[in-house]
């Protein structure tokens, strides 16, 4: 039963969040800052404690909530780490929940990652022939391995090292027993931010939406190809650039702004509730020969982009559909006779809105198309004269390499039919996609040369899909 009811939607792998103070309880911070990131995870969890001397760690499978429902009142220290993840069938195992934990010649050591490191199969290989065991399928693990396996003297420069034969996308938070050391890739591909607790002491997070709770301000982001080290409460966290071959531009993932990120973050300097307004009014005058009735959204992804929408062309936003929030991953499968429309247990239209209506339903993306028609379906079943579907991002016909779940290229509908035929199989009077040009426009405070688009065929950035081809093994996910 379990996919029976998974939205249509690429899904974020992960989210990590550190601290170091010493006026705090971090083990607790963590926790709520894991809480504000669990929508970039929901399958396992973990935090790691250091206090100058011992590690501890706790981690399960399961949201924070419950992996954490005897509370953190054992864990002890000034440091900390600790990391969300979401994966796919198959590598939801316990033994790759992190963060992971080992001890080596420089005593503990703790790492949180959030991305996919594209040549993780080969670098496996070559160690393994050396030797090396490895505990988890997780990428990340190579980089320990690498970096307890380094000659050089200090754990920064040893994380560099081993960063520099690493690709793709990351964001990773690595703890001693005393600092946090953060780094991001070359492209910044990940989101990852600094942030001051106002009791003194520092933060980092995958978004910014976990200061918000645990009493920080967003400071700024960690930049690309930087190292961010953090060892003291009241001292600026030392930066250092690790990459020895920077690339020319960034490619910041657009789809954080379109989909993935919280509304409340702020990534790259871009607010991305205010991102998605734009998407909204980008749509509205890319489709201004549409006259709908009124705009509805796909909740709650859609809502935004559909206030945008409204308040670009003026035509009424309305709440066209209810959801249900309360509906988990299993529940009573309906027998035959009952003739259930799952969708209906999420989403249930609301007839006063939408009868006798030309409705546009702004939703954020369409990766599979198994549930837009099923919405469609509802809203023409409750009255609705006309459904235009407007999609807040141009057609996903290409997979991501760098930490985010797609679905296989084959099962994106738009690798497979043209715009028309999508719009034939869900139902739709029209289908209308914000083009890639109104896209980058709307996350102004980015230059556009410097966002991923690739899963809208505009090409990786880096040579992902080669590197993947080669891959001597499939590749594991954080
Ligand atoms: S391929 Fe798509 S989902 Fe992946 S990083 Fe690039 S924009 Fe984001």
């Not at 966290?237 to 702020?266: G, L």
């Not at 939703?363 to 379906?377: E, H, M, W, Y």
């Not at 006309?386 to 057609?395: A, D, L, M, T, W």
Request: hydrophobic share 40%; with cysteine; proline share 4%.
């Amino acid at each position: 039963m379990g996919n029976f009811f998974e939205d249509d939607k690429l899904h974020e792998e992960c989210g990590v969040f550190g601290i170091y103070s010493h006026n705090e309880d971090v083990a607790l911070n963590t926790y709520w800052g894991l809480f504000a990131l669990q929508h970039r995870g929901q399958e396992s969890c973990g935090i790691a404690v250091a206090d100058g001397q011992h590690m501890k760690i706790k981690k399960g499978m399961g949201l924070v909530t419950d992996v954490f429902k005897d509370g953190v009142g054992e864990m002890k220290g000034h440091v900390a780490i600790g990391h969300v993840r979401y994966s796919t069938t198959g590598f939801n195992m316990a033994f790759n929940t992190q963060p992971l934990k080992v001890y080596f010649d420089g005593g503990h050591l703790a790492l949180s990652h959030n991305g996919s490191i594209t040549n993780a199969g080969a670098l496996r290989k070559e160690l393994a022939a050396e030797g090396v065991i490895f505990q988890t399928t997780v990428d990340a693990e190579v980089v320990m391995s690498m970096l307890a396996r380094s000659r050089k003297d200090t754990v920064e420069e040893r994380f560099a090292e081993a960063l520099n034969r690493i690709k793709g996308a990351f964001a990773i938070l690595i703890m001693t027993s005393n600092k946090i050391i953060a780094a991001r890739d070359p492209f910044g591909f990940r989101p990852l931010c600094i942030g001051k607790m106002e009791t003194g002491g520092w933060c980092v997070a995958s978004e910014s939406c976990a200061f918000d709770l645990v009493g920080a301000e967003l400071v700024r982001d960690v930049k690309p190809g930087e190292m961010v080290i953090i060892d003291s409460d009241d001292a600026e966290p030392r930066s250092m650039m690790w990459c020895n071959d920077m690339p020319q531009n960034t490619a910041h993932c657009i789809f954080e702004y379109v989909y993935f990120a919280r509304n409340d973050s702020k990534i790259d300097n871009q607010d991305v509730y205010e991102a998605r307004i734009q998407l909204g009014r980008e749509l509205a005058k890319e489709t201004a020969d549409l006259n709908p009735d009124v705009i509805i959204s796909a909740p709650d992804s859609g809502t935004p982009a559909a206030i945008g929408y409204s308040l670009e062309s003026g035509i009424p936003f309305m709440e066209g559909l209810t959801k249900n929030r309360y509906v988990g991953r299993t529940f009573i499968q309906p027998t035959q006779k009952q003739r259930l429309n799952a969708v209906r247990l999420k989403l249930n239209p609301v007839r006063s809105v939408v009868a006798g209506k030309s409705v546009v339903i702004v939703d954020d993306s369409i990766v599979r198309g198994t549930t837009s028609g099923k919405v469609i379906k509802l809203l023409k079943d409750a009255g609705a004269r006309e459904v235009h579907v407007c999609i807040s991002s141009p057609p996903v016909t290409d997979s991501c390499y760098y930490g985010i779940d797609t679905s296989e290229r084959k099962d994106l509908i738009a690798t497979r039919c043209t715009i028309e035929e999508i719009c034939q199989f869900i139902g739709a009077d029209s289908l209308h996609y914000v083009s890639m040009e109104g896209m980058k426009r709307a996350i102004s405070a980015i230059n556009p040369n410097g966002l991923c688009c690739a899963c809208f065929s505009a090409g990786y950035p880096d040579d992902a899909d080669e590197v993947v081809k080669k891959e001597p093994t499939s590749l594991a996910r954080n």
